[in-house]
C-alpha cells in the first residue's frame, strides 16, 4: 500500500486526493475482509508516505481543497469552483465505478455534451446537479463493508440523487470516522496473528538508483543517462527512518522490507541488512538474470538467502505471471471463475511438490476494474484457498520457517518490470527530471545560512522529490488525468527545497517536463477496397485507410502490449473493411452496432487459420476474413442494416489461451462515422 507525499511542506496543502480516496476504497477493507477468513494469512507493505498523511486526514488536520469543494454548500460555490470539481470529480474508472451510480453517469454524459470542458460545462450543472455531483464523486469511492452495512452511508447510496446539505455533512464526517479505523484494523489483525506488516523507504525512492543512478546501464546496455546521482546514504536513511516510523506507527516489529517496484542492487541488499531487515522481494526475472539461466520451478518457487561477508538477506522472486493474471486479467471475468481459475495454476506451477509461491500486488490500483472493487473475486478467492487442504496462504516470515533456500553471493541490478530500470530513468522526460533533483541535491549541500527547522524541512522536501511515483509518470509509457498534477507537485517539491535554502530558485522549475503526445488517429483519405487474404498484398490498398493506434500507454498499473496494437478502417461505399494487429491474440470478436441498435458478433481464430464464425442474422457471404499476418476482414453494410453515412459502432474483444486479454476500446465502443470522401472515420 503506497502513495506519493501529497502535501506541500511550505503551504501544508494537499495537491492530490488519491491517498485520502485510496484509504476510503481500499486500505480499509483489505484487512477487514480477513476477518471472514481466519485461516487467510497475508503480509501488508505500509509505506509511511502513505501512513504519514493518512494520520493528518483521521486527526482532521490535512488541508485539502479537493474535500473542501466536495463539502462547500454548492450554492456558496463560485464559478472557479465549481470548474476544479468538474475537473476532478470525474476522474474514476468509468465502467466500474462511475457507472455504478446511474446518476453519476447521468452527470458525466452532461459533461461530454458540453465538450469535455469545464468552463463550459459549468453552465450545464445547476446546484443541485453540482450537489449530486459532490456527494457522488465521494461515496463512489467508499469500501464495500461501508457501503453494504453501514446504515447512513448505505441510506445514501440507495437515494441515489436529489442529495441535501445534510447529506454532504454525512459524507464528511464518516470519512473522517473510517479514516480513523484505517490503521487500528492492521493492528488488530497483526495481533490476531493474521497479518505481518512490512514496510518500504519512507518516500518510495527506487533505491538501486539513489545509490548510483549509473547502474541503470548493467541492465540496459546503453541506455541514454542523465549525469551520475549518486547518494547511497539517501537510500540508507529512507531506509532506517522508515523502520523506526512504522514500528512506532503500528506497535509492531517489522522484518521485512518491499523496495519499491522490487528494484534491488547489491549495495541496495547490503544496506538493507544493516538496516535490520531480515527478507526483500523482487521479481523472478531479476534471479533468471543473476543465475543466468531460465528458472526451474525450484528456482522459482523457493526463497534465496544472499550473503555477502557478514551481511545477509532472504530474497523472495514475486511469479509475475500469477500477479498479472490477479491485476490484469481477472478484472474481465466472473468471480468464481477467476478464483478457480487462480487456484488450478497454483496446483499447476507448483507440479505436486512443496512450494513457496510468493504473489505480491500493488495493494490499491487494480480494484477499481473489478465489480465490487474486487470483494467478490477476493471472497471467492479466500474460500477455495481456505477449503483446499493442499494450499496454505501464509505471511512471508512463517513461510521463510524451515524452508529450505538456495543461495546468492550477488544480485544482478534490476526491478519486479522486464529487470531492469527503464520506467524510472532513459526517457527523455525521466532523464530531465533527475538532473533537476541532482542539481536540488548538489545545493543541498552547498547551502549555508538556513535555519535548522528551514533545512530540516529543505530535506523533507529532497527526500519526497527522489520518490518513484514522479518518474513513473514521467515514463512516456504512462499516462493519466492527473499526470500534469504530477509533473507541477514534483517541480514544487524542488522549488520549495531551493526557497527554504533562500536560494535562487531555477528559471527551468516553472515549465513543465512533460512533452505533448503525438495523436494517434489518422482519418481515411478516401476510398479503399483491399484484398482480404491477410496480408499487405500491395502497399497501396490500405494507403487510404483510416488508422487507429491504442495509445500504449497504462495508468498505476504497468500492462505489457496492448493485444490490439493496430486498426485500419474504410469503406467502397458497399463494403466496410477491417485491418486488426493482433499481436499475440489467439481469438477476436469483433462487434457491430448499428444505429438502430442491432448487435452483429464475428468470432475469429488467429491459430489454425479457422473461418470466422459471423453471427447467426448476417447472411453466407456477408463476411470475409483472412488471417494471417494480420486479421483483415470485410462486412456488408447492407446485412448490417446500415448504409454509408449512417452511424456504426465497433468493439474488438481479443483473447489467448481462454483469458480475456484486451479490448478496443478499453471501455465501450468507437463510433464510425461518414466523411465527406465517403470513407469511415471515428
Keep these: 500500500m503506497h502513495q506519493p507525499f501529497y502535501r506541500d511542506l511550505v503551504t501544508g496543502e494537499y495537491r492530490l486526493p488519491w491517498a485520502r480516496l485510496h484509504a476510503l476504497k481500499d486500505y480499509y477493507g483489505m484487512v477487514r475482509i480477513l476477518e471472514e477468513f481466519p485461516d487467510i494469512r497475508q503480509t501488508f507493505n505500509l509505506v509511511p508516505s502513505l501512513l504519514l498523511q493518512l494520520e493528518e486526514y483521521a486527526a482532521g488536520k490535512a488541508k485539502d481543497r479537493f474535500l473542501d469543494v466536495v463539502l462547500k454548500e454548492a450554492e456558496e460555490l463560485t464559478e472557479q469552483e465549481k470548474e476544479f470539481l468538474l475537473s476532478f470529480c ?288 477476493l471472497r471467492a478467492l479466500y474460500r477455495r484457498i481456505s477449503a483446499d487442504p493442499a494450499i496454505e496462504a501464509v505471511t512471508v516470515s512463517e513461510a521463510l520457517e524451515g524452508t529450505a533456500a538456495g543461495c546468492l553471493d550477488h544480485v544482478y541490478p534490476g526491478s519486479w518490470l522486464d529487470g531492469n530500470f527503464d520506467i524510472w530513468i532513459g526517457a527523455e522526460e525521466n532523464n530531465r527530471a533527475w538532473e533537476l533533483l541532482l542539481r536540488a541535491r548538489r545545493k543541498f549541500e552547498e547551502a549555508v545560512g538556513a535555519t535548522v527547522e528551514n533545512r530540516r524541512l529543505a530535506w523533507e522536501e529532497l527526500m519526497i522529490a527522489e520518490g518513484s511515483d514522479w518518474f513513473w509518470w514521467y515514463d512516456p509509457e504512462h499516462s493519466a488525468e492527473s499526470r500534469g498534477e504530477f509533473d507541477a507537485l514534483f517541480r514544487e517539491h524542488l522549488t520549495n527545497l531551493y526557497r527554504l535554502l533562500g536560494e535562487k530558485i531555477p528559471a527551468e522549475l516553472a515549465h513543465t517536463l512533460l512533452k505533448p503526445q503525438a495523436p494517434e488517429h489518422r482519418a481515411p483519405a478516401g476510398m479503399i477496397q483491399p484484398i482480404i487474404d491477410g496480408r499487405d498484398t500491395t502497399q497501396a490498398e490500405w494507403a487510404n485507410a483510416g488508422r487507429y493506434r491504442p495509445q500504449h500507454t497504462s495508468g498505476p498499473m504497468h500492462s505489457q502490449r496492448p493485444p490490439i496494437q493496430e486498426l485500419r478502417y474504410g469503406s467502397d461505399g458497399q463494403n466496410l473493411y477491417l485491418w486488426i494487429g493482433c499481436g499475440d491474440a489467439t481469438e477476436l470478436t469483433v462487434t457491430l452496432r448499428n444505429g438502430a441498435g442491432e448487435h452483429f458478433a464475428i468470432d475469429a481464430s488467429t491459430s489454425g487459420n479457422q473461418p470466422a464464425t459471423p453471427d447467426a442474422t448476417l447472411p453466407a457471404g456477408a463476411v470475409e476474413v483472412a488471417l494471417k499476418d494480420a486479421c483483415e476482414m470485410r462486412v456488408s453494410l447492407a446485412a448490417l442494416h446500415t448504409k454509408l453515412g449512417s452511424p456504426l459502432f465497433l468493439k474488438i474483444d481479443a483473447w489467448s489461451d481462454g483469458l480475456p486479454t484486451g479490448s478496443l476500446p478499453a471501455f465501450g465502443e468507437l463510433e464510425l462515422k461518414q466523411t465527406t470522401m465517403a470513407a469511415y472515420t471515428f
Excluded at 479514516?179 to 484494523?185: H, I
Excluded at 506488516?197 to 543512478?213: A, G, N, R
Design 90 to 377: 470525474f476522474q474514476a474508472n468509468e465502467e466500474r465505478v462511475i457507472n455504478r451510480y446511474p446518476r453519476y453517469a447521468e452527470l458525466l454524459e452532461r459533461k461530454r455534451q458540453n465538450g469535455q470542458i469545464p468552463g463550459r460545462a459549468v453552465s450545464a450543472f445547476s446546484a443541485p446537479m453540482i450537489r449530486d455531483l459532490q456527494v457522488l464523486s465521494q461515496l463512489a469511492w467508499f469500501d464495500e463493508e461501508y457501503l453494504s452495512k453501514d446504515r447512513e452511508i448505505k441510506a445514501l447510496k440507495q437515494k441515489g440523487r436529489d442529495f441535501t446539505r445534510a447529506d454532504q455533512e454525512v459524507i464528511g464526517r464518516k470519512e473522517k470516522e473510517l479514516l480513523g479505523e484505517m490503521l487500528e484494523g492492521y493492528r488488530h489483525a497483526a495481533k490476531r496473528g493474521q497479518i505481518e506488516v512490512s514496510t518500504s523507504p519512507f518516500y518510495h525512492p527506487i533505491l538501486p538508483l539513489l545509490c548510483d543512478s549509473n547502474i541503470a546501464d548493467v541492465s540496459h546496455p546503453y541506455v541514454a543517462l542523465p549525469e551520475q546521482f549518486a547518494y547511497p546514504g539517501d537510500a540508507s536513511a529512507q531506509m532506517t527512518q522508515a523502520k523506526e516510523y512504522v514500528e512506532n506507527a503500528t506497535g509492531l516489529g517489522v522484518q521485512g522490507l518491499w523496495p519499491p517496484e522490487g528494484g534491488v542492487s547489491d549495495e541496495v541488499l547490503s544496506k538493507a541488512a544493516e538496516a535490520g531487515f531480515t527478507w526483500t522481494a523482487t521479481g523472478q526475472g531479476v534471479l533468471e538474470r543473476t543465475l543466468g539461466h531460465a528458472l526451474s520451478t525450484e528456482d522459482k518457487h523457493r526463497p534465496h538467502v544472499w550473503q555477502r561477508g557478514q551481511q545477509r538477506i532472504t530474497v523472495l522472486f514475486r511469479d509475475r505471471r500469477l500477479c498479472e493474471l490477479i491485476g490484469l486479467v481477472y478484472a474481465r471475468m466472473g468471480a468464481e471463475e477467476a478464483a478457480n481459475h487462480f487456484v488450478n495454476e497454483l496446483h499447476r506451477v507448483s507440479e505436486g511438490k512443496d512450494a513457496v509461491i510468493p504473489v505480491i500486488l500493488d495493494g490499491e490500483n487494480a480494484w477499481e476494474h473489478y465489480v465490487e472493487n474486487g470483494r467478490p473475486f
